[in-house]
């Protein structure tokens, strides 16, 4: 019989429960549909990290038998709106710590994708090296998340699911990368390029920051 999962109320921390020094972590943002899981597959096979949807972490607790929030967040998911901040901080902490007690590298795909969001996950989980921001306008997400409706299966992969999760990214999302910007903490990458060139744009701007990939 499977272990239940830790609960997901959280105490209140004066200290973030990871350090920068032994834990890095990576946010990376962009509209539905920027490449995010593409070039984030890339990484992890190149730079050892670890990769975190904050999407997939969601969509587990959904499905997961017993889970007291999982109607609460199949509904917020089909309309296209963000789970309540303390839900997802708890998994992505939850899962953090699974990694060899959260010493490492890690992507947090989809992660942060509103202030509070962020904010709480930097005083309590870990404060972040940078957010890895894809931008790609509005038109070339809707062409290839269409595409990958045909054959994904994923019930938010419609034309107006996609509508909203991109009204709700610019509206939610931005603001973040805004605030981050300020402390240079953004790297931009141009995601409109087929994803290997978009891939040496990473590398190049991961280097910048002075992450090696890793000798095979």
């Keep these: ?3 239940a999962s830790p609960r997901l109320a ?5 200290t973030p429960t990871f350090s920068p020094s032994s834990t890095s972590v990576i946010y990376v943002l962009g509209g539905p549909g920027a490449g995010k899981g593409t070039q984030c597959a890339n990484l992890v096979r190149d730079y050892g990290f670890v990769h975190l ?3 997939d972490l969601l969509r587990a607790e959904q499905d997961r038998e017993g889970s007291e929030f999982g109607d609460m967040i199949k509904d917020n998911i089909r ?3 963000i789970v309540p901040m303390e839900v997802t901080v708890q998994l992505l902490e939850n899962a953090i710590q699974a990694e060899d007690g959260g010493v490492g590298r890690f992507l947090i795909d989809g992660f942060p994708r ?3 969001q962020a904010l709480k996950f930097e005083e309590s989980v870990c404060p972040a090296h940078f957010i890895l921001f894809f931008d790609c306008p509005e038109d070339v997400m809707t062409e290839r998340l269409i595409n990958r409706g045909k054959t994904s299966g994923r019930a938010d992969d419609n034309a107006e699911s996609i509508k909203k999760r991109f009204k ?3 509206e939610t999302s931005m603001p973040v990368v805004e605030y981050f910007e300020k402390m240079d903490k953004v790297v931009k990458v141009k995601a409109t390029k087929g994803p290997d060139e978009v891939y040496e744009e990473v590398k190049a701007r991961m280097a910048e920051r002075g992450f090696e990939m890793e000798k095979k």
């Design 79 to 81: 309309e296209g709106k």
């Design 114 to 116: 509103k202030m509070d």
């Design 1 to 3: 019989m499977a272990l």
């Design 168 to 170: 709700t990214f610019v």
């Design 10 to 14: 959280s105490p209140l921390k004066s």
């Design 53 to 55: 949807s904050a999407g």
